[in-house]
């Protein structure tokens, strides 16, 4: 059975990106938001078993996200995908319940041990 994936970026060259990452023999149906505005939307409405998250994006940023997600339990993993690595901000987006933050662009490699580290693959 396949895990439903949300990426949640701005940036249509980065969501593609993070897709291309995913691991090959990961069984997933990936869906996409175009900011946090989105994403909220689609985590009320549908269970998703993976978030993968921008921080800097119109409307509601990711932290915004991550404050909403903190309040009402929407989805229990989050990868934060950023290039925002200030040890502040990875602090913070920890502080709010994100297991992991990944630098723009992905490396699959640590992408796949994230994944495996929290049994998701």
């Not at 291309?20 to 939307?41: C, H, I, Y």
Request: aromatic share 4%; with cysteine; net charge negative.
């Amino acid at each position: 059975m396949s895990i439903p994936v949300l990426i949640c970026d701005d940036s249509a060259l980065a969501r593609k990106q993070v897709k291309k990452s995913l691991p090959s023999q990961w069984d997933v149906e990936v869906q996409f938001a175009t900011n946090g505005r989105e994403a909220l939307e689609v985590l009320r409405e549908k269970q998703i078993g993976v978030l993968f998250l921008d921080l800097t994006m119109p409307e509601i940023d990711g932290v915004g996200v991550l404050e909403a997600n903190h309040a009402e339990k929407l989805v229990d993993f989050i990868i934060v995908v950023s290039a925002d690595i200030q040890p502040e901000m990875q602090s913070r987006v920890s502080e709010l319940g994100a297991l992991a933050f990944i630098q723009k662009p992905v490396n699959t490699t640590k992408l796949t041990e994230i994944l495996q580290q929290y049994g998701l693959l």
